[in-house]
Nanobody
Framework: VQLQASGGGLVQAGGSLRLSCEAS????????MGWYRQAPGKQREQVAS???????NYADSVKGRFTISRDNAKNTVYLQMNSLKPEDTGIYSC?????????????WGQGTLVTVSS
């Protein structure tokens, strides 16, 4: 499975960005897609995730501001980020987790940099 992320950039506080991540290759029948971020000097944290049935989960720090969605036909996950804050700055990476033959598989895309200026 390969993941290709796009959509990062520089935005002022209060602005919006939309990240996309397309998965390709041998996909699973059911899999979770997610976004993680790593701020400078901090550990990577999960931002949001979404299952194949579109059940979502968010970090408390982004609830009400970020929306994760996915297009199952395109194997693509999106992260709409509104009301951005400087503390949202970081490298955002997409992730796929699926099970095949009882074995958990996890894949990561390359990161995309989001910079929020104050």
């Amino acid at each position: 499975v390969q993941l290709q992320a796009s959509g990062g950039g520089l935005v002022q506080a209060g602005g919006s960005l939309r990240l996309s991540c397309e998965a390709s290759g041998r996909m699973f029948s059911s899999f979770v897609m997610g976004w993680y971020r790593q701020a400078p000097g901090k550990q990577r944290e999960q931002v949001a995730s979404i299952t194949s049935s579109k059940s979502t989960n968010y970090a408390d720090s982004v609830k009400g501001r970020f929306t994760i969605s996915r297009d199952n036909a395109k194997n693509t996950v999106y992260l709409q980020m509104n009301s951005l804050k400087p503390e949202d700055t970081g490298i955002y990476s997409c992730n796929v987790v699926g099970v095949r033959y009882g074995v958990r598989n996890e894949y990561w895309g390359q990161g995309t940099l989001v910079t929020v200026s104050s």
